[in-house]
């Protein structure tokens, strides 16, 4: 299995409803360039490492270019089969891959495009902790805060111990043939492929990420992920 390839997949077929605005969360550009290509970036900076890199968007996307203006290079492909959940557009997005040569053994990281600070250390620790693990994994948070439990009407019922619980981050890593075989068991019910190996009774790997991973979700979460985003130029300049 030593000669296992590694794949990324960029599921990038979201509207960024909870996110409001006049498109998709992943095209709104952040500290000079689109949030997609920030998280593309932080990929490329590891090019040697990968087989394929692959993003994810409707069939009938029409910012995708706008937004990765060098995309596709020699590499990397743009696949047009994003689907109506973030599962079927991974689900058809492996597929894909499977049809341009990955083979089932091989591993992919599935990383959202709209989680765009994941830096290249996070991605190199993901890989290192889980290329020798049977199941694979994912990056994940601790929890900082105490964790409530609400009744219809938001108050708090209950208080639940949070030392076993977990925020799931991206990216999350499987070979490819397992995860594809869970995912086309499951379908559209799971909102991660860690959840989809759960099901077929595994314990995905949980691998410590960091809170500036988060996923831009909400409005307020734009101007947050661009001060750290400049906050990271500035340091680097
Ligand atoms: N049908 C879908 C839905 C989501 N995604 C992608 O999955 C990632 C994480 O999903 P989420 O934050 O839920 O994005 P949206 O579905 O766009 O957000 P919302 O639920 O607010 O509409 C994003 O990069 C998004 O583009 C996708 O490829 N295909
Ligand atoms: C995959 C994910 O980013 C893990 O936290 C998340 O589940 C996707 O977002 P959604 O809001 O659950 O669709």
Aim: with cysteine; glycine share 8%.
């Amino acid at each position: 299995m030593s000669s296992s390839r590694f794949y990324v997949l960029i599921p990038c077929a979201g509207s960024g409803h909870r996110a409001g605005g006049v498109q998709p969360k992943q095209y709104r550009r952040l500290a000079g360039q689109s949030m997609v290509a920030h998280t593309l970036d932080a990929f490329r900076a590891l090019a040697g490492r990968f087989a394929g890199v692959a993003v994810v968007v409707s069939p009938d996307d029409r910012e995708v270019q706008t937004a990765l203006p060098r995309f596709p290079a020699t590499g990397e492909y743009l696949l047009r089969v994003g689907g109506l959940t973030r599962a079927a557009s991974v689900r058809n997005g492996l597929a894909a891959l499977r049809q341009k040569g990955a083979g089932p053994h091989d591993w992919v990281l599935v990383h959202d495009a709209a989680r765009c600070l994941v830096t290249s250390s996070q991605i190199e620790a993901l890989i290192a902790a889980c290329e020798h693990d049977a199941v694979g994994g994912l990056l994940a948070q601790r929890l900082a805060d105490t964790l409530k439990v609400s009744s219809t009407d938001s108050r708090a019922t209950q208080t639940l111990p949070r030392a076993d619980k977990w925020l799931a981050q991206t990216p999350q890593m499987f070979r490819i043939g397992m995860l594809l075989d869970a995912l086309e068991r499951v379908g559209d019910v799971v909102t991660d492929e860690a959840s989809a190996i759960e099901t077929i009774g595994l314990a995905p790997l949980l691998v410590p990420g960091s809170a500036q991973n988060f996923k831009v979700t909400f409005p307020e979460d734009f101007a947050l992920a661009e001060a750290v985003l400049l906050g990271r130029k500035k340091a680097m300049a």
